[in-house]
């Protein structure tokens, strides 16, 4: 087993295990709907990283931030459709990156490569996971509470919008740190199917964040691996096993 | 004579540019029961909200310094998208686990509840359940948003001979919203009627006459007492 191999893998590990704890958190189809566009926002940043070759990560996440401070801004005024707003941003990341995209480099923007990060790349990503693990957990029970009833959560005291903001936060981290992984395009995928396959199969919190935190590292694992033996593209079929294991639990669920 | 624990005067509520609230005051004194009736959109449910904090307001909103208010919510369309045991939705309050077992048998359930899906439960089960959770830090004051009537939540026990039995244990003072007459009639000590505005506020039995019901409802409400034998 090559460095790079173990550097990849390693990294997969750590991004796929914490994309699946947040995607825990993601379960109102309005923050379901959040992560496809953000990722979607970050094609002309990875686009610009590639271009100039610097990592991709660090070019998708000033466009990440963009796409968090605009649905901050179309949350406040909530007249505004979200499904025509994300409609529009998808639309528009995918087409403002092709205007100056290499083609060459199309399907690592899309899909990503997890088959060249080096050494320092795979330290930060794994502080920085570790490090939004600890955000996490620390605002989980509040992030819970407010999911289920944001008057709720105001009766108790909670501070919804700082809570929503360090969440959000999250999100973009995760984001940025996925399209190393799965791309512009498959993010809403790393982050939610797990999550909705540990759900239809845990009966309480405890499960239901270990079992999207395992499907996650697994699914990544797997993928990775797989590209290993088969050449295929590590992204798309992290995403594939991650769709394989919720069809399991969706069978077992029954 | 009882202390008063709510001060309500002049107050005013709008949302979205409407007037929900006009001109409303009352004072509630510590072991009242007090319903507020209207019918639907009548702004009761923005009452309640106002008066727990979470809505802005106009007016003077005074509590006892210190007060703890707990607050039963109509409902949670949410909660059943999480998979998550009744303990863990009682800890997201910080309930430990011995408060969370004293409070559930005080309200007729066994220890073993604790384990249960949330998502599970019917809607008897799981309105007891958020009873349990505004009990939780023993609050002196109730905020009950509509429980669904007549659902028997176990033998012949409805939710308000359940508040009854809480009231009698530990001097709860508790504002109820409903539209349901027979509960104001059978429960409350004092009555606020809310269509908008204040339509009347006083003991049920002097105060809803039917010129007044006809008021709040805007069509002819004829009352019949049922007798029990």
């Known amino acids: 087993m090559s460095l790079q191999f173990f550097l990849s893998l390693i990294c997969g590990v750590f991004i796929g295990g914490i994309a699946g704890y947040l995607g825990t958190l993601m379960l109102s189809k309005r923050m379901a709907l959040v992560a496809g566009p953000l990722g979607h926002l970050t094609l002309p940043g990875i686009a610009l990283a590639l271009l100039y070759d610097f990592d991709i990560s660090l070019g998708a996440f000033p466009f990440v931030i963009l796409g968090i401070i605009l649905i901050w801004l179309f949350e406040m005024r909530t007249k505004l459709p979200m499904e025509a707003l994300t409609a529009i941003i998808f639309a528009s990341g995918v087409a403002i990156a092709f205007l100056f995209l290499p083609i060459e480099q199309a399907e690592t923007a899309l899909i990503g490569d997890i088959t060249k990060v080096s050494f320092g790349e795979t330290i930060i990503t794994a502080i920085l996971c570790f490090f939004i693990f600890l955000i996490i957990k620390k605002i989980y029970s509040q992030m819970t509470l407010i999911n289920i009833s944001e008057d709720l959560a105001k009766a108790e005291g909670i501070n919804v919008k700082k809570y929503n903001f360090l969440y959000l936060f999250c999100i973009a981290i995760i984001v940025a740190l996925g399209v190393k992984m799965v791309g512009g395009l498959l993010t809403a995928a790393l982050v939610a199917i797990p999550a909705a396959a540990a759900r239809n199969l845990s009966k309480n919190l405890f499960q239901y964040t270990f079992l999207a935190t395992s499907f996650g590292i697994i699914s990544s694992f797997l993928g990775i691996w797989f590209f290993k033996l088969t050449g295929f593209p590590a992204g798309p079929l992290i995403i594939l096993e991650s769709g394989l294991i919720f069809l399991i639990s969706l069978i077992s669920k029954k | ?229």
């Open chain 2, 1 to 229: 004579m009882s202390e008063t624990i709510l001060k309500v005067k002049n107050l005013n509520v709008e949302l979205d540019g409407e007037g929900i609230i006009k001109d409303l005051s009352f004072e509630v004194r510590k072991g009242d029961i007090l319903t507020i009736l209207g019918p639907n959109g009548a702004g009761k449910t923005v009452l309640l909200k106002t008066l727990l904090g979470v809505l802005p307001c106009q007016g003077e909103i005074e509590w006892t310094k210190g007060i703890k208010i707990g607050y039963v919510p109509q409902r949670l369309p949410f909660i059943k998208d999480v998979p998550m045991s009744i303990l863990e939705f009682f800890k997201l309050k910080g309930a430990s686990q011995e408060e969370a077992k004293t409070l559930l048998n005080s309200v007729g359930f066994k220890e073993d509840f604790l384990n249960k899906k949330i998502g599970e439960l019917s809607s008897g089960q799981f309105q007891r359940t958020l009873v349990v959770w505004a009990l939780i830090r023993n609050p002196e004051v109730l905020l009950f948003d509509e429980p669904t009537t007549g659902i028997d939540i176990g033998g012949e026990e409805t939710i308000y001979s359940l508040l009854v039995k809480l009231k009698e244990k530990s001097s709860l003072t508790i504002l109820l919203v409903t539209h349901d007459l027979s509960v104001v009639f059978k429960f409350s000590d004092f009555v606020i009627c809310l269509n908008k505005c204040p339509v009347c506020q006083g003991v049920p039995k002097e105060v809803l006459t039917p010129e007044i019901l006809q008021k709040l409802y805007g069509q002819e409400v004829k009352f019949y007492e049922h007798h029990r034998h």
